[in-house]
């Protein structure tokens, strides 16, 4: 839907060769394609904005009806892109054409099942965080500080380039001519966009790695269709006819290097990355004894899909709470264990670096393997040193999951 939208998006203002050529930097993009491997809410939610975008370009109640019901669902798939909903809102009233009463119609059914979504987000965060405006990530003023803007847009620029999306460099100036042409329509809501994108997540938490870039993806669908329009407008100065061609093998050449690329950094091979999840999950819920508290972040979704009766996230017990915690438990009959990546172990122990179970200097009480990768299973209530860890046995092999099929004739 994403890549489709990217052709429409395009298709508007230039042939279809060049809305092509648009798709294809955005389905090739390392970035989509990782979250494509991911069970997460990017893609969706960069869908539902471009969708929003596209249905406000046209004229009748029933396109902005669906602009309407697809933005209030993008709000609900991220609710703290909410600046990106006001603004979009503010860029659709204010490039609207006719009479004040029908922009100020076209105002009110945009914002009215914005409003629902919000009350909705507002309602849910109230029952389970206690606060209309919190949430499970955290409290707002400590994920956004103006602080973090200068890394943020070090990291932006440093991953864009690093993922060959080179086409970024013509897609603002893209955008900015197609205003100049007259599509006020059209483009300032895509420019609102993208503004409300990058104001929602430069001063958002620092990340280190380059797949944040995900969370720019709302974005990615508007900027290549404005950077392959410019491109065309270019090369048309020499040869109308030929332009078309030029843009789509450019487009091309640049889709094969980023799927080179993200063949390097190990897009593909993320699902038997994964398969620890069940693994792990299956092998805690068949050996925990009953009434164990397994405390987990990383794994705490896998844990609890799997069934575990009690699953808790230890990067909410206060650094100086731990031993206290897990001691209470003990006097409850109930164990305490923990599940750890590798990479999270480091975390663990900075965070309760106080405490005598901050350490984790004793054997686990299992291991699974993933390349070089490890999960640990540690038991909290009873550390002990003399255990040698039962290796979990992780799928790596095999073909992908969705042609895993029974042979024919086999019973099912």
């Not at 909410?316 to 438990?329: F, G, H, S």
Request: charged fraction near 15%; proline fraction near 7%.
């Amino acid at each position: 839907l994403l890549t489709w939208l990217t052709f429409v998006v395009a298709r508007r203002d230039g042939p279809p060769a060049v809305a092509f050529a648009a798709a294809v930097l955005v389905a090739s993009s390392p970035p989509v394609l990782f979250a494509a491997m991911q069970a997460m809410s990017d893609l969706p939610g960069a869908a539902l904005w471009t969708a929003t975008i596209v249905a406000l370009a046209l004229p009748s109640p029933r396109h902005l009806a669906v602009a309407a019901g697809c933005a209030a669902l993008a709000l609900l798939v991220r609710p703290n892109l909410v600046i990106v909903a006001a603004l979009v809102w503010l860029a659709a009233v204010g490039s609207a054409t006719g009479t004040p009463l029908s922009r100020a119609r076209r105002g009110v059914g945009l914002a009215v099942p914005l409003a629902i979504a919000a009350l909705a987000v507002a309602w849910i965060n109230l029952r389970l965080w206690g606060s209309p405006l919190a949430s499970g990530y955290g409290a707002t003023d400590d994920l956004f500080l103006a602080a973090n803007v200068p890394a943020n847009l070090a990291n932006l620029w440093r991953w864009t380039v690093e993922t060959r999306a080179w086409w970024m460099l013509a897609a603002l100036p893209g955008l900015v001519l197609l205003g100049l042409d007259g599509h006020r329509s059209r483009v300032w809501p895509a420019l609102a966009l993208v503004a409300g994108i990058v104001a929602s997540y430069l001063p958002y938490a620092i990340f280190a790695e380059w797949w944040y870039l995900r969370f720019y993806l709302p974005a990615w669908p508007v900027l290549a269709a404005a950077a392959a329009l410019l491109a065309w407008r270019v090369f048309a100065r020499w040869s109308a006819d030929a332009a078309p061609i030029v843009v789509v093998a450019l487009g091309l050449a640049i889709g094969v290097t980023a799927v080179g690329d993200a063949r390097t950094r190990g897009i593909f091979e993320l699902w038997r990355g994964a398969q620890r999840y069940p693994a792990i999950a299956a092998w805690v819920r068949a050996e925990a004894p009953s009434g164990t508290v397994v405390w987990s972040v990383q794994h705490s979704g896998g844990l609890a899909a799997a069934g575990v009766a009690t699953v808790a996230r230890w990067d909410y017990v206060a650094p100086d709470a731990l031993d206290a915690r897990i001691a209470r438990l003990a006097t409850q009959g109930r164990a305490a264990w923990v599940v750890l990546d590798d990479w999270e172990e480091a975390a663990w122990r900075q965070r309760f670096a106080g405490q005598a179970l901050g350490r984790l200097d004793w054997a686990p009480l299992a291991e699974a393997r993933v390349g070089t990768a490890r999960v640990h299973v540690f038991d909290l209530t009873t550390p002990t040193r003399a255990v040698a860890p039962a290796l979990v046995r992780v799928v790596h092999g095999g073909p992908w999951p969705w042609t895993r099929r029974p042979p024919a004739g086999a019973s099912k």
